[in-house]
T-cell receptor, first 111, second 114 residues
Framework: EDQVTQSPEALRLQEGESSSLNCSYTVSGLRGLFWYRQDPGKGPEFLFTLYSAGEEKEKERLKATLTKKESFLHITAPKPEDSATYLC????????????FGKGTRLSVIA | DAGVTQSPTHLIKTRGQQVTLRCSPK?????VSWYQQALGQGPQFIFQYYEEEERQRGNFPDRFSGHQFPNYSSELNVNALLLGDSALYLC?????????????FGPGTRLTVL
């Protein structure tokens, strides 16, 4: 069974304090790995899709990287508005497969 | 560009009742997936609809059923509601089947079962 584990469960940062969130997966092969941001009571907002090991994508203060068994979401000089839950999801390569999500990392950025 | 819309925003039901949730996909998308998200958990896949047929189903009982209409909008029906069905129900839309399943989510419907 495909598994996605995100760590830490919660992270508290001071404004400007850079850090990384981890997403490890056990799916055999990978069609795509996805990062989403979710604000409380709202639907997930799409951030990035990564396809192969070594790939990197950036958006404002966020950079996502991918290895063969994990992905990192690096947050550089975060601001309070970056506070949210960050979700990672994977899609296996076989046929038409749904996304499998991790439980997310709750990020709080304190001014 | 219209994003994914869902209705209603909130819903309160009692045990044993039935509920219908609605979703309109993002403009240009033809595939709709439904997810259940309990508090503090990641979204759990319920099922996916394409060309008005259920194409994939997660580990949910038959009390959960759905439908897709010719205009690609979709409904999620839950019968004989249980307290454990209380959750945020998310609809996600994408384009086609196979390939990379890049999905865009709606704001969700918060269902509370008393």
């Amino acid at each position: 069974e495909d598994q996605v584990t995100q760590s830490p469960e919660a992270l508290r940062l001071q404004e400007g304090e850079s850090s990384s969130l981890n997403c490890s997966y056990t799916v055999s092969g990978l069609r795509g790995l996805f990062w989403y941001r979710q604000d409380p009571g709202k639907g997930p907002e799409f951030l990035f899709t990564l396809y192969s090991a070594g790939e990197e994508k950036e958006k404002e203060r966020l950079k996502a990287t991918l290895t063969k068994k994990e992905s990192f979401l690096h947050i550089t000089a975060p601001k309070p508005e970056d506070s949210a839950t960050y979700l990672c999801a994977v899609q296996a390569p076989r046929g038409n497969t749904p996304l499998v999500f991790g439980k997310g990392t709750r990020l709080s950025v304190i001014a | 560009d219209a994003g994914v819309t869902q209705s209603p925003t909130h819903l309160i039901k009692t045990r044993g009742q039935q509920v219908t949730l609605r979703c309109s996909p993002k403009s240009g998308h033809d595939t709709v997936s439904w997810y259940q998200q309990a508090l503090g958990q990641g979204p759990q896949f319920i099922f996916q609809y394409y060309e008005e047929e259920e194409r994939q189903r997660g580990n949910f009982p038959d009390r959960f059923s759905g439908h897709q209409f010719p205009n690609y909008s979709s409904e999620l029906n839950v019968n004989a509601l249980l307290l454990g069905d209380s959750a945020l129900y998310l609809c996600a839309s994408s384009l086609g089947l196979g390939g990379v399943n890049e999905q865009f989510f709606g704001p969700g419907t918060r269902l509370t079962v008393l």
